[in-house]
């Protein structure tokens, strides 16, 4: 007989939303863990880069008032800084490991890996369970190029004691915007490296053009179509080289940080032992969450899928896979999953895509300059732009990106607009606190 009922690796988001309800319901439960308790949202991920965030949009606000009732220039105090983002992230693996052990979840640190289908090694300790649920997450992709050690990731460029002058992020994905927002108003120079010319590629060019044009503006140096090749140290940081149209350039820079992208951790389950499926996005499921080896699950970010990773999706699998294994019921039907970059502005966007709508003639598409609307201009914000895709025969808005210091409460709003089938009538019709972001719902459509 097995040790345990359900074994889930992993105590991220995913590991623990699952762990909880399980438990409750009477089964016999273990979360294994190798790194810090809580996973990579409130250690290293979402809460840190938020509460970095949180003096950036006060200076960025700072500045767009200067001279309109503000008269001095706020500064931000980077070591301060960090020990306020380290009063959140300093006690969140003791209290998450506490919160399992206080209900009775059976919790193991260390490295998991499969013997066989019912059998766990935990760094030499055996453990048995009738069922395995995988939620071990991503971790950073190091680029494999000579020097590519002497990079920092997204966990190191969130704890450093003191903001290097130059910064240069190589790959412009999601980390890259974000923490160049976070550390240009921080007072570093930033630059941001791309191999190709499509930064953000998941995010319709229009809006990505249109942030990269207020981040210019804010002092980040953009280098697309630049392959790098090797990091050499310098004295003072390293030396970036690499092609530019066939041309050799170099950059020579305080810190340089990796953020080409993350890699699901499934290559060290040992998975090929026990026959689990996986591809280069991770861990292959049915729309149940179930591998192809009958009593192993997985869920959140080590999952292949279309869907977006980010900490509600892992939330909503948890919840989904804790009812699925109580009671076994419906194939997983996901909602709206809104997504955004974060920064001021920030670019947020949810539903039918611009070139699935421009593909389809059941789609109006309505781009929306809201920068002179009272909202925005009462705070002198640089950029507020909306486009709509609204369907022309049921008058529902389907999709929209924003870009606004705004755009993610907006983003938010349109999520459940869309969610709920609401027309824009219906829209019209809802009496909201006026001047708010949300007042203006009814002129997006
Ligand atoms: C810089 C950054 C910013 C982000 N910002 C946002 C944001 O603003 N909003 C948002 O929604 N999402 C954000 N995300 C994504 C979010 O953090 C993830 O979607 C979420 O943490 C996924 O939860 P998870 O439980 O699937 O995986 P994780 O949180 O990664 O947890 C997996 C856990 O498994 C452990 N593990 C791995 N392998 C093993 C093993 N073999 N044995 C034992 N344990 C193992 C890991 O140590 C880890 O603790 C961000 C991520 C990063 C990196």
Not at 71 to 90: E, H, P, R
Not at 265 to 291: F, M, Y
Request: charged fraction near 15%; hydrophobic fraction near 40%.
């Amino acid at each position: 007989m097995s040790q345990f009922e359900t074994v889930i690796i992993g105590g991220g988001p995913a590991g623990l939303g699952l762990a909880y309800p399980l438990q409750a319901a009477g089964q016999k439960v273990a979360v294994v863990e190798e790194n810090k308790w809580g996973g990579t949202c409130p250690n290293r991920g979402c809460d840190p880069k938020k509460v970095l965030l949180g003096p950036v949009e006060i200076l960025r606000r700072n500045q767009d008032l200067l001279g309109k009732g503000i008269v001095n220039q706020v500064q931000i105090n980077w070591a301060d800084l960090m020990a306020f983002k380290n009063t959140f992230t300093d006690p969140v693996s003791t209290n998450s490991r506490a919160g399992l052990v206080a209900a009775g979840i059976t919790v193991f640190d260390g490295h998991a890996s499969f013997k066989d289908n019912h059998t766990l090694d935990i760094d030499g300790e055996t453990i048995t369970a009738d069922r395995f649920v995988i939620a071990t997450g991503q971790r950073p992709r190091q680029l494999a190029i000579t020097g590519g050690e002497l990079l920092g990731t997204s966990t190191t460029f969130m704890q450093l004691p003191q903001l290097p002058a130059e910064i240069a992020f190589l790959g412009a994905g999601f980390e890259a915007f974000e923490f160049a927002a976070i550390a240009s108003a921080a007072g570093a120079k930033v630059h941001i490296i791309q191999h190709n010319d499509r930064p953000l590629k998941q995010f319709p060019q229009a809006g990505v053009a249109e942030l990269m044009h207020q981040l210019i503006a804010q002092g980040v140096e953009f280098h697309l179509n630049f392959e790098t090749q090797t990091i050499q140290p310098t004295e003072t940081g390293i030396m970036i080289s690499g092609s530019d149209a066939g041309k050799l350039q170099q950059l020579t820079v305080n810190a340089g940080f990796a953020t080409s992208g993350r890699i699901p951790n499934c290559d060290t389950l040992n998975l090929t032992a026990i026959g689990v499926a996986t591809d280069s996005h991770g861990i292959k499921v049915n729309d149940h969450l179930q591998t192809n080896t009958a009593n192993i699950y997985a869920m959140g970010d080590v999952v292949s899928r279309r869907q977006p990773k980010l900490t509600p999706v892992a939330s909503f699998e948890a919840q989904y896979l804790s009812r699925e294994l109580l009671h076994s019921g419906a194939a997983i039907a996901y909602p709206m999953i809104p997504s955004v970059i974060y920064g001021m502005p920030r670019l947020a966007q949810v539903g039918v895509s611009l070139t699935e709508a421009k593909a389809n003639d059941a789609y109006v598409v309505k781009p929306l300059d809201m920068t002179q609307w009272f909202t925005y201009r009462h705070l002198n914000e640089a950029v507020a732009k909306a486009t709509t895709i609204v369907d022309k025969t049921t008058d529902r808005i389907m999709g929209a990106f924003v870009i606004s210091n705004e755009a993610d409460e907006l983003i938010n709003y349109l999520t459940q607009i869309i969610d709920q089938q609401l027309t824009m009538k219906q829209v019209q019709q809802e009496i909201l606190l006026y001047p708010t972001v949300a007042s203006d719902l009814g002129y997006l459509g």
